[in-house]
């Protein structure tokens, strides 16, 4: 059994028969007659049946799904810095993570566009405990990060994690894409978790860890919704932090994230990825010696590079304003803009609850505050 069974995506010489398995499900059914309306199910499914590769499932099916999600659910997406990346080349990307699925579909799908190797990327075990979105997560070159294990577990997972990535990376020239954290922002402050370094750590083996860092070409990514199209979604649980109460999950309630974040209304998205990290890393281990305190600067760096390419909206400005009573930042909206997110706002939360209003305002608030600090820590 291959070292990295239980939590690799499928091989090519696996495809085909795992696309046989689901061709009939009702979920691929669904996805299908979305992506192609105007094609039967027998055009479709006999196009499905043809597919031997998971490059060639993503190209010929899951780009143009993402296309008409594009379409549908949002005002465009546009991409900067992707010029920057060489062709053939396997990077690390280090996002900051907002949407269960599309982040890593979008970059993806820009990815492709700009001729550019594609991702294998990590997605928690709790996204995938259906059968079919296991099989669909697989078959779009997903890997598996456990959670909620013993220590131990956890530890020997993180490991083979870190592995899966040096392997992907080193020896098979394939990008790979990781979140900055443990699960998505909800309150709108992207900051790294030291863990995360931690894990991509351990594979280093003999290797020195400033050496190891450099050849993955760690690259930041940012990307940013106009609209959280699962904004709502957050409230129950940001409203039990503020109230320092313990959170439980509704049953379902990753699935129906899942497909609010796919088919909610997010206006204008921005991807932007920053410079490979590598004399960033010189000057960091030039400057600590000891690892913890180099981990710790690679998270500021991390958290510096993220926020910076950052794209502000004016949902976040008119939050900013709402939430200081002030209109410092009228200058970056229109009044219609902010008549239709006091409108959005008034749909889902209780205005009578203060609590609830300045948790909602925080969440689209966040990345200007945060942004503004970046920018006084570096004057």
Request: charged share 25%; aromatic share 8%.
């Amino acid at each position: 059994m291959s070292k990295f069974d239980s939590i690799r995506p499928f091989y090519d010489s696996e495809v085909n028969r795992a696309l046989m398995e689901v061709a009939a499900h009702p979920m691929m059914k669904a996805m299908m007659n979305f992506t192609f309306p105007d094609k039967t199910d027998e055009e479709w499914t006999e196009q499905l049946l043809k597919t031997h590769s998971i490059r060639d499932f993503q190209i010929n099916f899951i780009y143009h799904s993402v296309q008409k999600v594009l379409a549908i659910s949002s005002n465009g997406l546009t991409t900067s810095g992707f010029g920057k990346l060489e062709p053939n080349t396997a990077y690390l990307f280090i996002s900051n993570h907002r949407d269960i699925i599309l982040d890593t579909s979008l970059l993806n799908t820009t990815l492709y566009e700009h001729g550019l190797l594609m991702t294998t990327s990590a997605i928690g075990d709790n996204l995938v405990k259906k059968p079919f979105l296991k099989t669909l997560s697989r078959l779009t070159r997903n890997f598996i990060v456990h959670r909620g294990l013993s220590h131990k577990a956890m530890l020997e997972y993180s490991l083979l994690n870190a592995e899966f990535i040096r392997e992907a990376i080193f020896s098979q020239n394939r990008s790979v894409w990781i979140a900055q954290r443990e699960g998505r922002t909800k309150d709108g402050m992207d900051l790294t978790q030291k863990g995360v370094l931690k894990m991509l750590s351990k594979a280093c083996g003999e290797m020195p860890l400033k050496d190891y860092f450099i050849r993955l070409k760690i690259v930041p990514v940012s990307i940013s919704y106009e609209n959280d199209p699962t904004d709502m979604l957050k409230m129950p649980e940001l409203l039990a932090k503020s109230r320092e109460e313990a959170y439980v999950k509704q049953k379902n309630e990753d699935f129906i994230t899942l497909m609010s974040g796919i088919m909610g209304q997010k206006k204008r998205i921005h991807i932007s990825v920053g410079e490979i990290l590598d004399k960033e890393i010189e000057a960091i281990f030039e400057k600590e010696k000891t690892v913890n305190k180099q981990l710790q600067l690679l998270v500021e760096e991390l958290d510096k590079e993220i926020v910076k390419n950052y794209r502000l909206w004016p949902t976040n400005y008119i939050a900013l304003d709402l939430l200081n009573k002030s209109e410092e930042h009228k200058d970056q909206y229109t009044p219609q803009e902010k008549d239709e997110f006091e409108a959005r706002m008034r749909e889902g939360v209780e205005l009578n609850d203060p609590v609830a209003v300045r948790n909602f305002l925080a969440m689209y608030a966040n990345p200007v505050i945060h942004k503004e600090k970046m920018q006084l820590l570096a004057t």
